[in-house]
């Protein structure tokens, strides 16, 4: 069972094609999602990118860095990407796309827990913490991708 389980949702006055293209690049993160410090490809994928395995360095507003690694299990362009993390983190992101008439629907879930001895050890007391620190990141992201699309971001949470 996960140690935190997040939800969240962006709406991006774009087309759905156009959001996909760039949440679907994981490679190309840093260039617009503020925190994301480095993305290196360690296996490149099949059709839809399935079985690419990449390696994800984080940095937030707490001090300190995070480093794990995606494998793409599942990719229904342009409506679903799911990717298992392993490394600091270990679980499961899921985001779906929906197409609605204020634009693109993005709805994150982040399933994971920590594997880092002392952050399982603040766990008890410092989940608020993680959990601010994580919707501070996904703001930022929310943030970036309506910049990189030249579109208003509709909403976030």
């Keep these: 069972m996960p140690a935190y389980s997040f939800l969240t949702t962006w709406c991006v006055a774009a087309p759905i094609q156009e959001v996909w293209n760039v949440i679907s690049a994981s490679d190309r993160y840093p260039e617009w999602w503020k925190g994301v410090r480095k993305v290196s490809e360690l296996e490149p994928g ?3 990118g399935i079985g690419a395995l990449s390696r994800f360095e984080w940095r937030s507003r707490l001090p300190y860095s995070l480093t794990f690694d995606m494998r793409v299990t599942r990719s229904e362009p342009p409506y679903l990407l799911e990717a ?9 992101g899921i985001w779906r796309l929906y197409e609605s008439p204020a634009g693109t629907a993005l709805i994150y879930s982040w399933d994971v827990s920590t594997t880092r001895a002392w952050m399982n050890l603040l766990a008890p007391a410092g989940r ?10 996904m ?3 929310a943030r970036g991708l309506a910049d990189r ?6 909403a976030h949470d």
């Design 139 to 141: 703001r930022q992201g």
């Design 46 to 48: 099949g059709e839809h």
């Design 128 to 137: 608020r913490i993680f959990a601010w620190n994580h919707d501070h990141v």
């Design 84 to 92: 298992h993390a392993s490394g600091e983190l270990d679980g499961i």
């Design 149 to 154: 699309l030249g579109a208003a971001l509709v």
